[in-house]
């Protein structure tokens, strides 16, 4: 029987020598060009065997042993050309479902498909009887960001984080195609996005860049194997006051030139709330003041300094008595008493 040759290399628009990858992504580009639901009503018949067509070559040449078979076949048969199969293929292969003529189309698969690389009907099992199977496969782990303030990462916060991921479509198993059509859950591009909310737990103490691991909360699996994993790489927002140095934190606070002179206590803020610190007389513009152990946790038992950088700046609004007050200092400095 006569069958009319399918180019599955044209049909793809790749050449002979083609990768797995640059097969899969042609198939990917010509099923989405020649999806019918992409076309009106007029050109749907058209796309519509297009599409069969393309999703045939892809069955063929994205199977190593399929592809071999038909490589052999050389490549000088052109498209839609009367075919004989070649009197050295193995008999067993050689299987016409009924004797339509060539150009039907059976069951979505043309005549040469059907007598090459299937037992009439669809091509799994093949009429070799070879089954492929596809084993469990595990989730893909996902990666996000969990932006937090600087007292949350000391202190520890549960957030509510809206997380979406690509993974792996469950329901093809990341081919794209499904009972020899596009695959309807992930609209043929074998990736599905997903959105969820989740509670994330964040330790105390946790740092700028470091992930938190979300044990199965990652990309869907097949066949029973485990879930991936989600990382949550933490970002720290910079703070209005507190500038983190490694475990160090440092803060500007603004004094008098009379708590500079004679010295004071002034309120200063940090990570445990407000504490009382002394700034000794003789202060200068500048200086640090250290508060031990008040940073930012360094590991499980220590932590860094808080640093206070004095800055002295004159009164925004001195009363008449004041500017009295300063003027005598003023005079006293002139005159050298
Ligand atoms: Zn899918």
Known sequence: MAVKFQDYYELLGITRSASDKEIKAA???????????????????????????????????????????YDHLGSRWKNGQDFQAPPDMDGARFYSANDVGSGSFEDGFSDFFNMFFSGGAGSRPSRGGRTVHRG?????????EIELTLEEA??????????????????????????????????????????????????AGVKEGIRIRLKGQGGESTGGAPKGDLFLKVRLRSHPV????????????????????LGDRIPVQTLDGQVNVKVPAGSRSGSKLRLKGKGFPANKSTRGD??????????PNPS????????KLHELRKSGK
């Open 27 to 69: 198939y990917r580009k010509m099923a989405r060009k020649w999806h019918p639901d992409l076309h009106p009503s007029a050109e749907k018949k058209e796309a519509e065997e297009k599409f069969k067509r393309v999703n045939e070559a892809y069955e063929v040449l994205k199977d190593p042993e399929k592809r071999s078979r």
């Open 136 to 144: 469990p496969v595990r989730g893909e782990d996902l990666e996000s």
């Open 154 to 203: 000391y202190q520890g916060v549960t957030q509510s984080l809206r997380i979406s991921g690509r993974s792996a479509c469950a329901a093809c198993g990341g081919a794209g195609v499904r009972d020899r059509s596009f695959c309807a859950q992930c609209g043929g591009t074998g990736a599905v996005t997903n959105e969820k909310t989740l509670d994330v737990k964040v330790p």
């Open 242 to 261: 507190f500038k983190l140095k490694g475990s160090d934190i440092e803060i500007d606070t603004t004094i008098r030139p009379d708590q500079a002179v």
């Open 306 to 315: 808080q640093y206070i950088r004095l800055v002295i700046d004159t009164p």
């Open 320 to 327: 008449e008595a004041e500017k009295e007050l300063y003027k």
